[in-house]
Each structure stands twice: as C-alpha cells, then as structure tokens.
C-alpha cells in the first residue's frame, strides 16, 4: 500500500511505536537504542546524562532489554559519577586548594623561591615559583603537572620491576604517557605504559594498576586464566578495578 493511502491514525500509531522501540526506561534513566547494520559488538555511553547504548541491527528489543537490566548499577553509578563531576569547581590553582598525591589530600602553598620547585611538606603540597609566575595559574599547573609526571615515573617503575620478579615476567620498557581514556596498556613486545595521574590513586589502586598491566605479558587478552593470574597476586582486584571506573574522573589537576 503506498504510504499516502495509509490512514493518518495508523501513521502516527506506527510512528510512536518506533519511537517507543528506540527506548528503554531503566530506575530512574531513560536508555536510546542506536542500531547499526555495520556493528557487530555492543557498547553503553553515557553522555551528559544522556544513555545510549550501540547495538548490532539484528539485535532484539527484549535483548537488549535484558542487557540494559545486568547493567542498571553500572549505569546508575555513571551518572550519579557525571552529576558529581558537574558540580566540581575547575582548580583554581590558588593557595588553599587541595590536590590528591597517593591517595591522600594535600593543601596547595604557593611560595617565592629562586627556583621553580614541588615538594611536600607534611600536610602541605608547597610550589615555589619565580616573582613573576606567583599569579600566573597556567604556569604552576604546569609545573605541578610535570612534577606528578615525574614521580609517576619514579615511583611505578619501582613497582614494575618489584611485580615482574614476583610475577616472573620481563617488561621492555617502561613509559610514562598523557591516556585520556585509559590508565595503562601492554604492547605485545611488553612494553608498559602508564597514566601518570593513577599517582593520585591510592597505593593498593596503584599497585592493582601494575600487577594488571604485567599479567598481560602472560594473557594478552582478559580471559579467565588472565584474571585467575591478577588474582594471584592481588586478590582484591575486583574491588580496586571497581573503585578505578568509579573514582577514575576524580584524578585530575
């Protein structure tokens, strides 16, 4: 039947149906379904709020359904995480502000010294800076940029190379890089590379992070004799794997 002889009714009933077929209500979030005929894995986004989760054309509404209820915490956790975000003033980089080193809160001074320097002082995260930088903010988080990213590279590779005789692996090299989205890797030459903001993490999150790392010079994939390795030398990486994708966005400058 051409389209123009359908009935009006029929053709808004029609249109609200698909409408309707391209969402699913979660507890307290709303889900928009994003088809492809070129996609073969699914995948969850949560952006400003908004949930959208990427499937394959063939998928069914009820699967999809099913997928979306396993993963409602998850969900609910992303959000509330985003909201929290929201609310986080951006660092002002000022005398009195606190920034995370290991796991612990460190009250920012800012001093007058000969030369640019980071140091921390019991309590206190103290910056000394030139006479002409003391107001300049892009200059002091630059500074305290690099010194977290040297002590990221101190610090993990003591650990790296602890772990590796532990666990009985080689890594090549050990790098320290800038991810956006992820706080380490392996190549499949061993090579690891780390995140220098997991040094805001606490220890035994930063500990986790190595261990991780290392073990897929065994397993290069996740797979269960990859995770029963992890487990072995630090059992608790289930709850330190999950504090990282909850507490994650919070290691930042």
Not at 118 to 126: A, G, P, R, T
Not at 160 to 182: C, D, M, Q, W
Not at 205 to 234: A, D, F, G
Request: glycine share 4%; net charge positive.
């Amino acid at each position: 039947m051409p389209l123009y002889n359908v009935p009006y009714k029929l053709l808004q009933s029609l249109y609200l149906l698909k409408y309707v077929m391209n969402f699913i209500h979660g507890d307290g979030f709303t889900v928009e379904i994003v088809r492809s005929s070129k996609r073969k894995s699914i995948s969850i986004k949560i952006s400003k709020g908004k949930v959208f989760i990427n499937v394959p054309d063939y998928l069914t509404h009820c699967t999809i359904e099913s997928i979306i209820a396993k993963k409602q915490q998850w969900i609910k956790t992303k959000i509330a995480l985003q909201e929290n975000l929201k609310t986080q003033k951006p660092k002002q980089f000022f005398d009195g502000e606190t920034f995370l080193y290991f796991g612990q809160n460190y009250t920012l001074k800012i001093t007058l010294g000969v030369f640019s320097s980071v140091n921390i002082e019991n309590d206190k995260l103290i910056v000394n800076v030139k006479e002409r930088y003391l107001s300049d903010t892009n200059a002091i988080k630059k500074l305290l940029a690099r010194w977290y990213s040297k002590q990221a590279e101190i610090i993990l590779k003591e650990k790296t190379e602890y772990y590796a005789k532990l666990i009985g692996v080689n890594p090549t090299s050990v790098t320290i890089k800038t991810f956006k989205s992820r706080w380490g890797s392996c190549n499949i030459n061993a090579g690891i590379q780390y995140n220098w903001k997991i040094i805001m993490a606490p220890e035994t999150i930063i500990n986790y992070l190595v261990i991780h790392e290392l073990c897929h010079i065994h397993h290069h994939n996740h797979s269960p004799k990859y995770w029963q390795t992890v487990e072995k030398y630090c059992p608790q990486y289930k709850d330190h794997g999950k504090w990282l994708k909850q507490n994650g966005a919070y290691l930042e400058l």
